[in-house]
């Protein structure tokens, strides 16, 4: 076979429409899943129960169901049960939110926990609140310790943004599809969208080496 | 004048009766160190003053006032409030140092004036610089603790209890975590901070500092006060077997 790329640099316009749907599904995902995620697993750290047991059922819920499946009911299921319809982008944003939200909240648990006893003792002998004591000494270190997690989790993330296709949302991998139908020419296509996603990927995890040296410079 | 009453102060672990009714009187001034066999209760006692443990059954008043109050089912109850109050008149220094690792010399001292008290940073600044000048260790300043000796960072945790005013100190083994040869540096802090006239509590197995800085012994036994008194009273002279015994095995090998 011959390679031919004629038909995808003809069609730059759509793959640039479409990295920008990656990125914005990207952005809301990353932001809300982290966050939400945070929450999630101080419930889970918590040893209070009404935090704790709906935290857990909330990570054990959307980590052993797919992401996918979750999408589509979104997408299909959540309108029939309430009045209102749901574009694509949010019902791919609360599917990966979600499920990403609940694989971080065991992260951020892991990482708190992974603190020494004794730096709660040195906070709340100074006269600290417990969420002063949270967010001045035990989150700073805990994140340190996260940070490679936490970037696979981006990187997942990121990757996961091509199933919002499944509901017709406009990104890479949609208008890869639809730039392989143009001309018949999936190879050509489908290795454009690959090379693109790892143009994104690279810097992004180089950027988190970086991060994680400068946040060593207290060792 | 006392500053802290306790009264038949109980703590239990699990099934294990950690402290059973401690009676205690600290007036203003006062240098109280706790000895005792690991195991004895001393660290619990000094952890309940300051509320990081909480007290099972007991009563403490800080300055005349009994904190906490009467639960339904005979257990008091203390408010978040009420105990960050405390914990700020009452300081403590641990034998681990437990100093934030993420924030310098300088940051660890600010923080609890900062985040705690809410004073601004040029002011919080100026005050660290100034506790930490004191314990020796103003060209330390910008370091973090990774970076400094053992007998270096308990110099910084004291300076760290310093800033916030405390009323009273309470040091929980201040050098049992340190190469013998840091140990001198460490108390020769405690003993200027004694000279000052400070309250201040301490358990330790430094006899001989022990018996040079504190105004009374406090000789503890199976979660009681077992026998105190001057430091020439329960040192030299016991009256107590235990007391005896504690004291033959600590100078064992003295020469």
């Given at each position: 076979m011959r390679w031919d790329f004629a038909s995808v640099f003809d069609n730059t316009d759509a793959l640039l429409v479409g990295a920008a749907g990656t990125l914005r599904i990207f952005a809301i995902c990353l932001v809300l899943g982290l966050s939400l995620g945070l929450l999630v697993g101080l419930g889970r750290y918590s040893r209070n129960r009404w935090l704790h047991i709906p935290a857990t059922v909330f990570v054990e819920f959307f980590r052993n169901t797919p992401v996918l499946v979750q999408i589509l009911w979104f997408y299909f299921a959540l309108p029939i049960l309430l009045p209102f319809q749901i574009s694509p982008l949010a019902a791919a944003s609360l599917g990966i939110s979600l499920n990403s939200a609940a694989f971080s909240a065991e992260i951020y648990r892991g990482g708190i926990q992974s603190i020494e006893t004794g730096q709660w003792d040195g906070a709340r002998a100074l006269g600290m609140r417990w969420g002063q004591a949270m967010r001045r000494i035990i989150l700073p270190q805990a994140l340190k310790r996260m940070l490679p997690a936490l970037t696979n989790r981006a990187i997942e993330i990121f990757k996961m943004s091509t199933l919002a296709s499944a509901v017709a949302y406009v990104e890479l991998l949609q208008q890869g599809k639809l730039i392989a139908s143009l001309n018949y020419n999936p190879i050509e296509a489908y290795t454009a969208v690959a090379v693109i996603f790892f143009v994104f990927l690279w810097p992004l995890v180089q950027f988190s080496y970086f991060l994680e040296r400068r946040l060593r410079r207290d060792e | 004048m006392t500053i802290l009453k306790v009264t038949g102060l109980t703590k239990r672990f699990g099934t294990t009766d950690v402290l059973r009714g401690i009676d205690l009187e600290v007036a203003r001034g006062e240098r109280i160190a706790i000895l005792g066999a690991s195991g004895s209760g001393k660290s619990t006692l000094l952890r309940c003053l300051n509320f990081m443990e909480r007290p099972g059954g007991g009563t403490i008043a800080l300055d005349g006032q009994v904190l906490g109050r009467e639960g339904k089912s005979g257990e008091r109850t203390y408010r978040e409030n009420e105990l960050i109050q405390v914990r700020q008149r009452v300081g403590m220094v641990f034998q681990q140092f437990n100093l934030f690792p993420h924030m310098t010399a300088i940051g660890n001292v600010m923080e609890g004036l900062r985040t705690v008290r809410g004073m601004p940073k040029p002011e919080a600044e100026a005050r660290a610089r100034k506790e930490l000048a004191r314990v020796g260790l103003a060209e330390k300043a910008?370091?973090?603790?990774?970076?400094?000796s053992g007998g270096q960072k308990q110099r910084v945790a004291i300076a760290r209890a310093l800033a916030m005013d405390p009323e009273m100190l309470l040091f929980d083994?201040?050098?049992?975590?340190?190469?013998p040869e840091l140990v001198g540096e460490v108390l020769a802090v405690i003993l200027a901070l004694a000279e000052e006239g400070r309250t201040m509590m301490l358990v330790t197995h430094e006899l001989g500092f022990a018996y040079h800085v504190a105004t009374r012994i406090i000789f503890l036994a199976d979660g009681a006060i077992h026998e105190q008194g001057s430091p020439d009273e329960v040192l030299k002279n016991p009256k107590k077997e235990r007391t005896r015994a504690f004291l033959a095995s600590h100078k064992q090998f003295s020469f």
């Open positions: - | 910008e370091t973090y603790p990774a970076h400094l083994e201040p050098t049992s975590a340190l190469d």
